[in-house]
């Protein structure tokens, strides 16, 4: 069965630090996969999405980039983090067949704190 | 372009007694829908999903949700409502496009009182 593992789970950062969240699925392979925020209260925001190796969608202009380096990993990260990145980031993978409306299964995502 | 309402920003009821949570849909095409729940401080769950199969979709914990597209409505709903159903719900629409993405409703926060 395919897992999806976030890590880590909570995260505390100076303003200005730089950010590395890594997401990685087992068994399954090429799948999508996607990186979202969730502010307290509210609900997702999706961040960035990659259908294959290399290839980063960007949804949102922000100071968050996103990375893919192998079929099921994918990194979020930030030179130099500000007060308004905190929040819930959430990782999903989905099947890769495209159009195919599958439903995307989430991590248990990463609670950033930013002081 | 797809849209997904969520009619309720909280509903209450207590232990035992129905529960009914509603989500209105626009969408250009024939859309798939699902349901997610999150828990405090995790991630989301598939409740249930609907691909035009069935209107009456079943899911997971006693949850079902019925596709209704002359209403364009997925109202979520459980005959009795537990402790542990106390979360907060998602009613999703999937966009046909290639990198299979999702258009989220604003959530649901469901209180269950004992």
């Known amino acids: 069965s395919q897992t999806i593992h976030q890590w880590p789970a909570t995260l505390v950062q100076p303003v200005g630090s730089p950010l590395s969240l890594e997401c990685t699925v087992e068994g399954t392979s090429n799948p999508n996969l996607y990186w979202y925020r969730q502010a307290a209260g509210r609900g997702l925001q999706l961040l960035f999405y990659?259908?294959?190796?290399?290839?980063i969608s960007s949804e949102v202009p922000q100071n968050l980039s996103a990375s893919r380096p192998q079929d099921r990993q994918f990194i979020l990260s930030s030179k130099k983090l500000l007060l308004s990145d905190s929040g819930f980031y959430l990782c999903?993978?989905?099947?890769?067949?495209?159009?195919?409306?599958?439903?995307?299964?989430f991590g248990d995502g990463t609670r950033l704190s930013i002081l | 372009a797809q849209s997904v309402t969520q009619l309720d920003s909280h509903v209450s009821v207590s232990e035992g007694t129905p529960v009914l949570l509603r989500c209105n849909y626009s969408s250009s095409y024939s859309p798939s829908l699902f349901w997610y729940v999150q828990h405090p401080n995790k991630g989301l769950q598939l409740l249930l999903k609907?691909?035009?199969?069935?209107?009456l979709v079943k899911g997971i914990n006693g949850f079902e949700a019925e596709f209704k597209k002359s209403e364009t409505s997925f109202h979520l709903t459980k005959p009795s409502a537990h402790m542990s159903d106390a979360a907060e719900y998602f009613c999703v629409v999937s966009e046909l496009n290639a990198g299979n993405m999702l258009t989220f409703g604003g959530g649901t926060r469901l209180m269950v009182k004992p």
């Open positions: 609907y691909t035009s199969a069935a209107t």
């Open positions: 990659s259908v294959g190796i290399g290839q």
């Open positions: 999903a993978w989905s099947a890769g067949r495209p159009f195919s409306n599958q439903p995307q299964h």
